[in-house]
């Protein structure tokens, strides 16, 4: 493992749970390594395929989508859409050559700013001993090298 | 309604003073866009009167090297089909670029890298392996492949187009005009484009000649309201009503996520989309787009909360090769591109 590796994580969160717990992660003044940027959905729902692969192209190491727990959805039932749509874009990202770790699900209400602290540490260090992405930075431009 | 070519020869839309040169140019192609362009039958012959073919390696034998003496821009129109995977097919795709006026990207393999653009879930060197090494009918102890270029005992040199590790679609290589996706286009298709092209209506540069809507919009089935399945089926594995949606019957069908235009071909004959006409004007990516679609109809309705992480495993897992199906004609089209491996 690289030392001086520091990870390029996304989280993103939607708009009623999670980045209410990451609002109180942040004004509870609790620690999270410094790794990670954080984009706010409506809905955890909201967050298409697309656009995980959209920032795995763009050198993402990781993607942490957090959402509400199960039963609390904000729109009923988008959580659950999520947790169908991340378990498979998981085994088609597993397909493309990609760990299936480097993208993760989790349930982070709004009191739960201990827990948001707890999973991105978590995290960071999971993809910190990944290493770099395949699809990192390094591959971009790489030509027809037949 | 799509007008054909015999239409316009009665009026003066022709405003091009000579005859049209065409060109039908070729890569890594299974040379099923030839026959479709072939299946316009007696139309051809209200081709050849506004167009000279000058070039096209399936019905004629002009050469590369005659090509090569033309002056730039001396072809009108080319249409190239098949995908860009060693160096001879991206020799071709640069001279005719160089050599027209207009380089139309012909087929889903030259606008998306089609079917042989599934070779980017593996590489050069584990395709050779295969063909040349682990197919049970191949002996080959000294593991021989083709070589670029071998120099025999006299000096005499022989040469062999470069393999590369990757398959690209045209406009990876050299800017496209228009694009003519499908797999192959159907006629209609080829007669717009035709249509367009003489009568100088053109669309802007760049434009995909097919609708800018999902194939839901012209399938014929029913739509229903909400759909929900909890199983996938394979076509042999059921009898396929032929009015129901297909989606709703648990056959993946790529219609939500795929461009419009081939009038429903495959639909009408009681079989899903495949998605050779690539990801609608509004998405990215098709394999996203239809993961999202599939994964939203995808569900144990008001058994949600009961379920644990291994049952949903189980209940997305019933499609198998994800990658596959959702980029099967679009893989060097996809965001992703190609298969990367983690190093250990």
Same mark, same amino acid.
């Given at each position: 493992?690289?030392?001086?590796?520091?990870?390029?994580?996304?989280?993103?969160?939607?708009?009623?749970?999670?980045?209410?717990?990451?609002?109180?992660?942040?004004?509870?003044?609790?620690?999270?390594?410094?790794?990670?940027?954080?984009?706010?959905?409506?809905?955890?729902?909201? =967050?298409?395929?697309? &656009? #995980?692969? *959209?920032?795995?192209?763009? +050198?993402?190491?990781?993607?942490?989508?957090?959402?509400?727990?199960?039963?609390?959805?904000?729109?009923?039932?988008?959580?659950?859409?999520?947790?169908?749509?991340?378990?498979?874009?998981?085994?088609?990202?597993?397909?493309?050559?990609?760990?299936?770790?480097?993208?993760?699900?989790?349930?982070?209400?709004?009191?739960?700013?201990?827990?948001?602290?707890? =999973?991105?540490?978590? &995290? #960071?260090? *999971?993809?910190?001993?990944? +290493?770099?992405?395949?699809?990192?930075?390094?591959?971009?431009?790489?030509?027809?090298?037949? | 309604?799509?007008?054909?070519?015999?239409?316009?020869?009665?009026?003066?839309?022709?405003?091009?003073?000579?005859?049209?040169?065409?060109?039908?140019?070729?890569?890594?192609?299974?040379?099923?866009?030839?026959?479709?362009?072939?299946?316009?039958?007696?139309?051809?012959?209200?081709?050849?009167?506004?167009?000279?073919?000058?070039?096209?390696?399936?019905?004629?034998?002009?050469?590369?090297?005659?090509?090569?003496?033309?002056?730039?821009?001396?072809?009108?129109?080319?249409?190239?089909?098949?995908?860009?995977?060693?160096?001879?097919?991206?020799?071709?795709?640069?001279?005719?670029?160089?050599?027209?006026?207009?380089?139309?990207?012909?087929?889903?393999?030259?606008?998306?890298?089609?079917?042989?653009?599934?070779?980017?879930?593996?590489?050069?060197?584990?395709?050779?392996?295969?063909?040349?090494?682990?197919?049970?009918?191949?002996?080959?102890?000294?593991?021989?492949?083709?070589?670029?270029?071998?120099?025999?005992?006299?000096?005499?040199?022989?040469?062999?187009?470069?393999?590369?590790?990757?398959?690209?679609?045209?406009?990876?290589?050299?800017?496209?005009?228009?694009?003519?996706?499908?797999?192959?286009?159907?006629?209609?298709?080829?007669?717009?484009?035709?249509?367009?092209?003489?009568?100088?209506?053109?669309?802007?540069?760049?434009?995909?000649?097919?609708?800018?809507?999902?194939?839901?919009?012209?399938?014929?089935?029913?739509?229903?309201?909400?759909?929900?399945?909890?199983?996938?089926?394979?076509?042999?594995?059921?009898?396929?009503?032929?009015?129901?949606?297909?989606?709703?019957?648990?056959?993946?069908?790529?219609?939500?996520?795929?461009?419009?235009?081939?009038?429903?071909?495959?639909?009408?004959?009681?079989?899903?989309?495949?998605?050779?006409?690539?990801?609608?004007?509004?998405?990215?990516?098709?394999?996203?787009?239809?993961?999202?679609?599939?994964?939203?109809?995808?569900?144990?309705?008001?058994?949600?909360?009961?379920?644990?992480?291994?049952?949903?495993?189980?209940?997305?897992?019933?499609?198998?090769?994800?990658?596959?199906?959702?980029?099967?004609?679009?893989?060097?089209?996809?965001?992703?591109?190609?298969?990367?491996?983690?190093?250990?």
């Amino acid at each position: 493992m690289n030392k001086d590796f520091k990870p390029k994580i996304l989280v993103f969160c939607c708009n009623w749970c999670s980045y209410a717990g990451a609002d109180l992660a942040g004004v509870s003044r609790l620690q999270i390594k410094p790794y990670f940027r954080v984009i706010r959905a409506m809905c955890s729902a909201r =967050v298409d395929p697309e &656009f #995980i692969l *959209e920032a795995i192209k763009k +050198g993402a190491d990781g993607i942490l989508v957090a959402a509400c727990h199960p039963g609390d959805c904000h729109y009923i039932g988008g959580n659950y859409r999520t947790r169908r749509r991340m378990a498979l874009l998981r085994i088609m990202l597993q397909q493309f050559g990609l760990d299936r770790k480097r993208l993760r699900l989790e349930w982070i209400s709004a009191g739960e700013g201990g827990r948001f602290q707890e =999973v991105v540490n978590n &995290f #960071i260090d *999971e993809i910190t001993e990944l +290493g770099p992405s395949p699809f990192g930075p390094t591959k971009r431009g790489k030509g027809k090298n037949g | 309604m799509v007008p054909v070519l015999s239409d316009l020869q009665k009026g003066e839309r022709v405003k091009m003073a000579d005859k049209l040169k065409l060109a039908i140019a070729r890569g890594a192609t299974c040379s099923g866009c030839d026959v479709e362009i072939v299946d316009i039958n007696e139309k051809i012959l209200d081709v050849i009167k506004i167009a000279d073919i000058v070039y096209a390696a399936v019905i004629m034998d002009t050469k590369l090297k005659e090509v090569e003496k033309w002056d730039d821009g001396y072809i009108d129109i080319t249409f190239h089909h098949g995908a860009i995977r060693d160096s001879e097919n991206e020799h071709i795709a640069k001279l005719f670029r160089k050599k027209s006026k207009i380089l139309i990207s012909f087929g889903s393999c030259s606008c998306y890298g089609g079917i042989p653009g599934l070779a980017n879930v593996t590489n050069k060197d584990e395709i050779f392996k295969e063909s040349y090494m682990d197919t049970p009918s191949t002996v080959n102890p000294d593991f021989v492949v083709p070589l670029p270029e071998w120099k025999d005992e006299t000096g005499h040199k022989l040469t062999l187009p470069r393999f590369y590790d990757e398959v690209f679609s045209l406009d990876d290589i050299v800017t496209v005009d228009y694009y003519l996706p499908g797999c192959p286009p159907l006629v209609t298709q080829i007669n717009q484009a035709l249509d367009a092209i003489i009568s100088g209506k053109l669309p802007p540069k760049g434009s995909v000649l097919a609708s800018e809507k999902a194939l839901c919009d012209e399938c014929p089935r029913e739509k229903p309201k909400k759909i929900n399945i909890e199983r996938i089926y394979r076509p042999h594995e059921i009898e396929l009503n032929p009015d129901k949606c297909l989606l709703e019957q648990g056959i993946i069908c790529l219609g939500p996520a795929t461009r419009a235009g081939c009038d429903a071909k495959c639909i009408r004959a009681n079989m899903p989309c495949r998605g050779c006409l690539g990801a609608t004007a509004a998405a990215i990516d098709q394999g996203g787009s239809i993961l999202s679609a599939i994964t939203s109809i995808l569900a144990i309705s008001d058994k949600e909360t009961q379920l644990s992480e291994e049952d949903i495993e189980k209940l997305v897992g019933q499609i198998k090769d994800p990658l596959g199906t959702f980029y099967r004609f679009s893989m060097p089209k996809s965001l992703l591109r190609k298969v990367e491996k983690e190093k250990k």
